[in-house]
């Protein structure tokens, strides 16, 4: 080494050690020679312990009894229902049973469904090909013609123009007949 060399290393402080030097960029760059730079300390790599079963309650237990953990109750006490949505209680039993009225789907008209059978057999088609023209499956198809569906629009004019006729919609004389003021 030259004179000057070595009176710039006595001004910096003895050589680094090998491996990194914290917070000293210049020294640990200064010294890349070989393997020195490279931290080359043992390193130890292991699973987390899960605590299970009694192991986890005695866990709890302690962590309850040393305030560390506070255990909140759910609104509902882990059952499926809405917190809002308390005990059915016997005055509100008592108005459902007493209610007079009567909660029944509306059903497709007898009319329509004779309509539509009539049409579908002038047509020479089966319930299958009727429901394949409209889209359809064949028990919806099936429902309509024996009464027992719920009538819905757009499926009754699907119908309709698969079978080039008007089928008549029953509703109307319902509704007058709901309107129409009792005497």
């Known amino acids: ?75 509902t006490g882990g059952d499926n229902r809405s917190a809002h949505q308390g005990p059915v209680s016997a005055a509100a039993a008592r108005r459902l049973e007493e209610s007079s009225e009567e909660f029944k789907h509306e059903r497709v008209d007898r009319g329509l469904a004779q309509a539509l059978q009539q049409a579908r057999l002038a047509k020479k088609m089966t319930q299958k090909q009727l429901a394949t023209a409209v889209n359809e499956r064949q028990p919806v198809i099936a429902q309509y013609e024996n009464g027992s569906a719920i009538p819905n629009p757009q499926i009754i004019s699907k119908l309709e123009r698969a079978l080039g006729t008007r089928l008549p919609r029953g509703g109307a004389k319902k509704k007058a007949a709901a309107a129409a003021p009792a005497k």
């Not at 760059?29 to 005695?58: C, I, P, Y």
């Open 1 to 75: 080494r030259s004179p000057r060399a070595a009176a710039a290393n006595l001004r910096r402080g003895p050589p680094p050690k090998a491996g990194r030097v914290p917070g000293s960029l210049s020294n640990s760059v200064g010294t890349m020679s070989g393997h020195s730079h490279q931290d080359w300390g043992e390193v130890t790599l292991s699973k987390s312990v899960r605590t299970t079963g009694a192991n986890r309650s005695q866990a709890v237990t302690a962590a309850q009894r040393s305030g560390n953990l506070t255990i909140e109750r759910k609104a």
